[in-house]
Nanobody, 116 residues
Framework: QVQLVESGGGLVQAGGSLRLSCAAS????????MGWYRQAPGKQREWVAE???????NYADSVKGRFSISRDNAKNTVYLQMNSLKPEDTSVYHC??????????WGQGTQVTVSS
């Protein structure tokens, strides 16, 4: 059974930084894309960033230039470095991993709260 465990969330002041981690454990087939999503109370889940197996990255316009996604394939782990945080970044952040055989795994989420 595959599990994704996120960590690194917390409370930070506006302008601060946090680094999220998401580690996959269990028997997981070859990982294709790793990504991060977020969901604020009363809002739909929003895509934040993704990184392919080849290392290509993509970001939502709202975080471009402030967030950076990276991955460690040996550890089946994806990271999200978040800088210059804003109150509107407050959300529950979820990681997502897809494999080359179309498995789709989600983490339980980690809370990020940015105070003004």
């Amino acid at each position: 059974q595959v599990q994704l465990v996120e960590s690194g969330g917390g409370l930070v002041q506006a302008g601060g930084s946090l680094r999220l981690s998401c580690a996959a454990s269990g028997s997981i087939f070859s990982i294709a894309t790793m990504g991060w999503y977020r969901q604020a109370p009363g809002k739909q889940r929003e895509w934040v960033a993704e990184i392919t197996s080849g290392g290509s990255t993509n970001y939502a316009d709202s975080v471009k230039g402030r967030f950076s996604i990276s991955r460690d394939n040996a550890k089946n782990t994806v990271y999200l470095q978040m800088n210059s945080l804003k109150p509107e970044d407050t959300s529950v952040y979820h990681c997502r991993i897809t494999t080359y055989r179309a498995d789709d795994y989600w983490g339980q989420g980690t809370q990020v709260t940015v105070s003004s």
